[in-house]
């Protein structure tokens, strides 16, 4: 081969078109094309144009196509046309005719890389997709996926357009403000005190705003609400008509002394409900629900129906005269000895049940005989002969519950039906219920703590005992004269209620922390409203226990979840279910579970439920600024406002909040940062006055924030509604906003009464310092416009500074 033939061949020799119609080499792997049907790869379609000499075939040649929906409502496929024809070569524009979608053919996949990359993060709202191939496998959409989420292409104007914009940004990035917060219960006082409650998930509750009257829950016909606890709205008319009665009552029940006490006047007259047993002779009100005879227990109500059934409800003339009675006949001298005999009995039993319990933990406890000083509260439903005859109570606060020695030796003895449930240091764990059992809810503490109350018919009478017994002795108490000491039982009254209450936590006489033992909510009383606690009322047993909600996170509690949990404060029968491994020894309490007796709910469920926060996936669901709550800032004289953000301060504004709202900013703003995380990392271009999530570039964290404006550079103004300040986002840092977080808006702007509307670098610069960011002001006055969440604030010391300084004129002062 001669010298001119070699070189003309390697003149016509082309490496990289042999590369070019190479698929091995020439294809997509990652990026917008990486889903292209096989025919459309760049090496594909050079083979095939080599193999085409039919110009006709030219028609049938699929082309590279891209899918746009979620279109706005006006756009028009000339719109469309359009829009694409400037970044690449459009061949047609064809619309669905089952889905809002549009679907542009274009002349090249190189024309086809260049619309989607231009038009991915875009203003006009629609979302652009590639034509897949279908007989892709999954595996490798997913991997494409993901090699897309690990690279997303930027668009191509990364520019921003100030020239345009209509509102003003803050001159600086200020850090975020962080506050300590002060617990309601400082556990380093309130550990040392044996209260056998766990203080460590009662420290931080979701009612810190109520407690300093920040917050009120709006209250229904029937139930108000206060600190996680409901109390009965009672009419004033019916309030009047209870205290008229209880002056008219013959006397009170002293429970210590297990007998009635007459009051002076009546002249020891026994009231018209109050009688003695017809069997035992022994003082009780309790009577037969058909002919109101009285008997003091079931037990012996039971042993007088073979002779009681012949007259009990029915008319004189069908009466039966019963037979003799076969036992013996009570008088004064045989009841005192059966008295001692039955005690002595009592005595006995005990020691063997407590001897069989440790042989044979699952050995029941023999029925005892009625005792004056032990009562048996065995339901009548039990009996076989006495379906409709039952014992009522006309006064429930005459009933004596058992002692506690009792108490332990039956709980002892029904749980042993509970399967290796560990053993319990408190008083709280040895009262739980058993699981299966039916509980209602007397308080919510937080999101995954509770304190239930046990149905069982003993804990019901015991209940019930212990707060009647209260109201009826409440006014005879005498009050504390004295500070009382960390874990002293005490009676608080509250709602005009009397109950018994434990001190976590004493400040000073206007300060006095406790938690109510027989509801579970955390009040702050003052000293007057504390009386002493009678011995018998402090021996008592606690009747609301602490509960864990298992598989429910610690969250801060929004409406939606406080409004669910409340519905059942309403004396709702629900199911409790746990098992032996579900007792968390570090705090010594049972992680439950809580079903709806009537409906089968999980409560525990339904909670997670409300508090996950889930994406929104409709282009159309989406939240504006009212969609939240605007909590309004105290007004008048000598208020203290904590600055957010003084980044505005040429305009002469700052925006403020009080010290309790910062630290509720802070609370769910842990939850804020953790969804923000875990969701896909798309971006978004929120509409105007439309609430989203938008990344801080200072800390890199989420916030939440509103659109101002969007003037079509990929970069709209963001107002960070916590915090005041407005900043330029682009949109690859801005997030969906879920509509679970219904958290209010704390935060309002304030104008410095006395300053220019526009303020020079000088000013601006002074007023910093005397106005620092995240720092508490004392504002002379502040007067609120109503319905505008804008306030005007004197600060009139700030003012002679800056005339005395020479920065602010007279003329400019504006008083």
Known sequence: MSVEELNHKFDKW?????????????????????????????????????????ADKKDDQAFPTLVFRNLPADMTKTAMHNICSKHGKVRTVRDSTKNDYYFVELATVADMEAVFRALEHNNYGFQILVGKNKNKKSSDMERNKINRNLAPVPPLSTGIDYQNRSYRTSNKQHPRPHVKEDSVLHTNNATTVDSGLPLKLLVDDAHSLERQGLYKMSNDKKFNYRNGRSYVNMPEKTKKFIDKKHSESSGTYNGSANKFMHKPEQGGLMPKDFAKCSVCFYACDNVCARCSQHYCSTECQLSDWPQHRYICGKPKHLQKTPPPKKQKQFDKKSLESSKETNKEALRSTEEKSKKGNETNPQ????????SPTTKHKQPI???????????????????????IEQQRTTTSTTSANVSKIPPATNNDQENMPRSGNIVTITAISKTNVVFIRSKTYDANLSYFNTIDSLQAIGKMLPPLKAMPQCGNMVIAKFENQFNRALVLQVINPEKILIIFVDYGNLEQMTLDDLFEAPEEFVAKPRHAIPVLLKDVPDLHMTQEIRKFMYTYLHNINVEIRYKAED???????????????S???NLNKMIVKLSKPTEPQNTNEICNRGYLEQKVLPSGDNVEFYIMDNSLMSSGCISCTIKPYVIEIQKFQKELQSYAESITKEAYTPRVDELCIARYSLDGLWYRGVCLEAVGDGHPSIHFIDYGNITIVPIEDIRRYPR???YPIYTADCEIKGLPHDCDDKLVAKLELLIPNNDVIKCENVTAFEGENFYVISLPNVIRDLIACGILKNDQHIM
């Open 599 to 601: 409906t089968q709910q």
């Open 363 to 370: 050995k029941q406890l023999p029925t005892c005989s009625k």
């Open 14 to 54: 082309n490496p990289m078109e042999n590369d070019y119609k190479n698929t091995k080499f020439n294809q997509y792997v990652s990026g917008p094309g990486a889903e292209l049907d096989a025919e459309l790869q760049p090496g594909q379609q050079a083979l095939q144009s080599g193999k085409r000499n039919n």
């Open 583 to 597: 007792f968390r020894e570090e705090n010594k309490i049972f992680a439950v579970e809580l079903i709806d007796e």
């Open 381 to 403: 439903a039990t009996a076989m002969e006495l379906p409709s005859c039952s014992t009522n109570s006309a006064t429930s606060v005459r009933k004596q519950p058992k002692t």
């Open 740 to 742: 679970q977080f219904t």
